[in-house]
């Protein structure tokens, strides 16, 4: 089956669903020597796959700008310097006349995209060319493990018993104030006019240090939501160190 039908045929199998996933630290040539050997390892799985369906010099093309990006030469891989060290162009080769970079790195392109999709959906590390460069990019996909810790504790805190919530959240997610008059706290302002100076203000002082620790409790609650919300798939990614 041609390079293009296979390609189809990914399309319409390819589960619509895709997985969460981030790029590795940009640019590449900083990632650590950990995250260099694996996206190492990604390219000889894909070279070995028979569903990675490119020639011998397509081959050659995709080691070499993935060997370069590594090394920090990225900003060489231009359709001169590839001409050269990949399809064996003279010196003389001139872009303009010769569309052989082009043309292979469209191929390339597909030939990923079908292994991508195919067999190389269950890959930890993914490698792509983007459209208008011949540099690669690199993705992993997040961690299953992660995304289940992720969500058990945004189900831990939208499961948490009415009880042990502040009264301002439960007052808010009821949708009225917190400080609006209840019949019982009319009650209870009456009650206390009737009691002595010294009983009173200590009533109002242990009202006060309650009313301290809700602030502190309501505090603590949002640090947790934001700590969820850093760990989601969709989150920010490590940058390099």
């Not at 590390?125 to 990019?137: A, L, Q, T």
């Not at 009880?163 to 301002?168: D, E, I, K, R, T």
Request: charged share 25%; aromatic share 8%; proline share 7%.
């Amino acid at each position: 089956m041609s390079n293009v039908g296979r390609v189809g045929q990914a399309t319409r199998t390819a589960s619509p669903a895709e997985v969460p996933r981030e790029p590795f630290c940009e640019p590449a040539s900083q990632a650590s020597p950990a995250d260099k050997e694996l996206i190492l390892a990604e390219l000889q799985r894909v070279l070995a796959s028979p569903d990675f369906d490119a020639t011998d010099r397509n081959r050659k093309f995709l080691s070499y700008v993935v060997s370069e990006t590594l090394a920090g030469r990225a900003e060489r891989l231009k359709g001169y310097s590839i001409a050269l060290a990949v399809f064996s162009r003279p010196e003389t080769f001139d872009a303009a006349t010769d569309p052989i970079v082009r043309v292979e790195a469209g191929r390339l392109r597909r030939s990923l995209d079908y292994y991508n999709r195919t067999t190389g959906g269950a890959d930890s590390v993914h490698i792509e060319i983007p459209k208008g460069s011949y540099v690669p990019r690199f993705f992993r996909q997040v961690d299953a493990s992660n995304r289940e810790d992720a969500g058990g504790q945004r189900a831990d805190v939208a499961s948490e018993p009415e009880s042990s919530q502040p009264l301002a959240v439960k007052a808010l997610e009821a949708g009225r104030d917190a400080t609006e008059p209840t019949a019982a706290g009319a009650g209870a302002l009456r009650a206390l006019r009737r009691l002595p100076s010294w009983a009173a203000a200590s009533f109002l002082g242990v009202v006060i240090f309650a009313g301290a620790l809700l602030a502190l409790g309501l505090g603590h609650d949002k640090s947790r939501v934001s700590d969820v919300a850093w760990q989601r798939p969709g989150g920010p990614y490590r940058p390099c160190r």
